[in-house]
Nanobody
Framework: QVQLVESGGGLVQAGGSLRLSCQAS??????????MGWFRQAPGKEREFVAG????????YYGDSVKGRVSISRDNAKNTVFLQMNSLKPEDTAVYYC?????????????????WGQGTQVTVSS
């Protein structure tokens, strides 16, 4: 099994920044073989892909709504993935989830990710 624990959420004013972290653990977590992603879900909306990173940490991909404002990275030595979010907008308010899948290639589809964290709330005030 794999466990994911997110941290770093909170309340920030529009235009501000936040850095989310996700710590992975578990006997079956093989960092280089598992891509990781960040998704978010606002009240009344479907879960949305935010960013993904391949197992090697080189390939990344971003959702259109955040492109140019967020950056995903990972530290494989520490089994941790980060999401740096800048120029935050009120519409970025959501619960942010970290996820990982049993494939080194990243994917934007949430149903391809087998393991999920509990989520961390991000609230952006106007």
């Amino acid at each position: 099994q794999v466990q994911l624990v997110e941290s770093g959420g909170g309340l920030v004013q529009a235009g501000g920044s936040l850095r989310l972290s996700c710590q992975a653990s578990g006997r079956t977590f093989n960092t280089y073989a598992m891509a990781m992603g960040w998704f978010r879900q606002a009240p009344g909306k479907e879960r949305e892909f935010v960013a993904g990173i391949a197992g090697n940490g080189i390939s990344t991909y971003y959702g259109d709504s955040v492109k140019g404002r967020v950056s995903i990275s990972r530290d494989n030595a520490k089994n941790t993935v980060f999401l740096q979010m800048n120029s935050l907008k009120p519409e970025d308010t959501a619960v942010y989830y970290c996820a990982t899948r049993n494939n080194r290639l990243l994917d934007t589809r949430s149903n391809t990710y087998a393991y999920w964290g509990q989520g961390t709330q991000v609230t952006v005030s106007s």
